[in-house]
């Protein structure tokens, strides 16, 4: 998406998580190797992060059920 021109916000739940990509842009923890494009955003912030056309799920099965509940409120319906 950030290739095609779309702005992306990659949002996590771990600060440290965002701190360390912000300054280094890579997230050895969960993307190892897998460098982040300085104009993708990232951030803590759900609200933020789910103000957007379209919202991309993508993180292991075992937590989809949890985010959907932590997301359903800055979401339209």
Known sequence: ANRAGSRVCLATRN??????VRETRLNDIYLPG????P????TDQL??????DILILAMPSHCVR???IAI???IAP
Not at 15 to 20: H, L, W
Not at 34 to 37: H, S
Not at 39 to 42: A, D, F, G, L, V
């Open 15 to 20: 600060k440290n998580v965002v701190e360390s």
């Open 72 to 74: 359903s409120d800055y």
């Open 66 to 68: 949890s985010a959907c």
């Open 34 to 37: 897998a460098f982040i494009d």
């Open 47 to 52: 609200s933020k992060a789910c103000r957007v």
């Open 39 to 42: 104009s993708i955003e990232i």
